[in-house]
């Protein structure tokens, strides 16, 4: 694998890792030493180690220009780890180091340090061994999986018991109704307690907020507890190839488990990627959940279109309705009370890129407890 490595983009191969920390050494002595002849200062940075784990290069070229636009916020020492998947079963196992200082100019005097470990064969074995001695002591552990994490492989508990918050993404994730729920029980492995965030949970914020100030309404807050059906509409490209539900299931489950439904009928799969399948209330009635793809002009694969929460209490029906505007950078709120409309208004629909949305979690080492009761709600809808 070493020879597919482009050192352009990775910088020069080390034989050792005493090798490579000295290596990195003298690139700051030298560096140092030439911004004081500019009379500036360079300062080695780190607050935070990043651990990336990808097995295909195009995520982690990815990550790695992700870490480096995030390099003045959140200066760290990052370490990229490509494993080669493609490798025949009995090739031997293989490991090289790669280590890079990337250029800082002079309105940015911080550097960071990047490293890649390039990993063949049953070298995944020995992967913790080798990131360990790599961490800058005494700094939090951030894990970031750039795909959907192997639970219950052995480099990946172990990579997870040294971390203090495993970062996913589960836009990337091929069948989300059957990891989604098995992520709720990574937080326990290891002998501390490792916090659990996904980038696609800080994409469904928005919504959240929004699905909200619909019921803070005091009219509309006893609604809740008389919902009988929910519909979310997931965005999909014109062919509908690319179909990404997780964001709708997120959503369920923060739904669920705010106000306490229990599963009636299982996730089952419906037409064209989408799920139909039944929760209860706290009351014992049922609740109908559709999530359904659709297409929509100017929406990535995967976003959320619209939710629709219906409602009765015999006597009337209610609609509560949140739908993105064409461009997504809106999205209409909206009431029904037995078809009729009585409350409509705009409101500003924030998207955040995956720079903006990993320098949000890299401020919080603490575990996402909303996020974790979303996880084990849907584990117990499964």
């Known amino acids: 694998m070493s020879s597919a490595v482009d050192r352009a983009v990775w910088g020069t191969q080390a034989p050792s890792l005493a090798a490579l920390e000295g290596d990195l050494a003298r690139v700051r002595r030298g560096r140092s030493a030439h911004v004081r002849e500019q009379v500036a200062t360079v300062a ?29 916020r959140h200066p760290s020492r990052a370490i990229i780890v490509l494993s080669d998947r493609a490798a025949a079963p009995d090739a031997p196992p293989r490991i090289d180091l790669y280590a890079q200082i990337p250029a800082i100019d002079r309105s940015a005097m911080v550097s960071y340090e990047q490293i890649l470990v390039s990993a063949s064969g049953r070298a995944t ?96 807050r006893p609604w809740l507890d008389r919902v009988d059906g929910i519909r979310i509409a997931f965005g999909v490209d014109a062919d509908g190839r690319q179909v990404h539900p997780s964001q709708a299931l997120l959503l369920v489950g923060w739904l669920a488990s705010r106000l306490g439904w229990t599963a009636a009928e299982p996730i089952s799969p419906s037409e064209a990627g989408g799920y139909l399948f039944a929760v209860r ?73 995956v720079v903006e949305l990993l320098s949000e979690e890299l401020t919080i080492v603490a575990a996402d407890r909303v996020y974790e009761e979303a996880l084990a709600t849907l584990l117990r809808l499964s």
């Open 44 to 72: 080695r940075a780190a607050v935070v180690n990043i651990v990336v784990v990808a097995v295909r290069e195009m995520h982690a070229r990815r990550a790695a220009r992700t870490v480096s636009e995030l390099a003045m």
């Open 125 to 220: 074995d020995r992967l913790v061994s080798v990131v360990v001695p790599l961490l800058v002591p005494d700094l939090p552990v951030f894990l970031w999986w750039t795909d959907a994490p192997p639970i219950g492989a052995r480099h990946f508990e172990e990579l997870v018991a040294i971390s203090d918050r495993l970062v996913v993404d589960s836009a990337d994730f091929a069948r989300p109704e059957e990891t989604l729920p098995e992520l709720s029980h990574v937080c326990s492995l290891g002998a501390r307690r490792c916090g659990l965030t996904d980038l696609n949970w800080g994409r469904v914020t928005c919504w959240r907020e929004l699905v909200t100030q619909l019921f803070d309404v005091p009219a509309w």
């Open 281 to 353: 209330r706290r009351d014992g009635e049922v609740v109908r959940v559709r999530i359904r793809p659709r297409y929509a002009l100017g929406m990535g694969a995967g976003d959320v279109v619209a939710v629709r929460i219906e409602a009765s209490d015999g006597a009337h029906r209610a609609e509560f309705a949140v739908t993105r505007a064409a461009g997504g950078r809106n999205a209409v709120a909206s009431v029904l009370l037995d078809g009729r409309p009585v409350s409509e208004r705009s409101l500003p629909h924030a998207q955040n890129d």
